[in-house]
């Protein structure tokens, strides 16, 4: 109990990491790399449950899943979506280097949520989780431009960071 405790309020870790996300996914950053730099109408397969909206959290918000357990849900989604980005791109392309500083981002946040199990969230996010990782829905899978799946990291991750680590509007 205590650890789902713990969990509620973001740790000065994890505000510091998302706000330095945050900088990375500027409209102008992510319109450049994830849009301009890719063919027209360019789109990258995921699995549904990899596109997760501010919708999504509110429905599940709603659901009384607690906001450390929603913030457990956009660290495993929004960095496979990176992940997914990632895999498509050549070493030499112009967004290579943007996709890694986003991944060592993600990596370090990752040891933030290292400490915490599957077990310690609520079990409709421990399947969303499951269902991330598992790779194996090929049937399950969506077309999504890159710019699409930066922009829900960058909206959900607003909606769940900015009220605990004292975000301002900018």
Known sequence: VLAVLGLEAAAPGECELTRLLQD??????????MKHYFPIDYTVQVQYEEV?????ITHLRNRTVSEAALRYLWFHVSSQ???????????????WKYTQELCQLFDALGKEYSKYRQTDVEAVVADLVKLVHSGGAENRRKAVRPKALLDNCLKVMRMLY???CEW???
């Open 24 to 33: 990375k996914l500027q409209y102008e950053m992510r319109l450049r790399y």
């Open 168 to 170: 301002g509007l900018g």
């Open 81 to 95: 979506a990176v992940l997914r980005i990632r895999e498509v791109l050549p070493e030499k392309h112009p967004s």
């Open 52 to 56: 997760l909206r501010p919708s999504n």
């Open 162 to 164: 900015g009220a605990p």
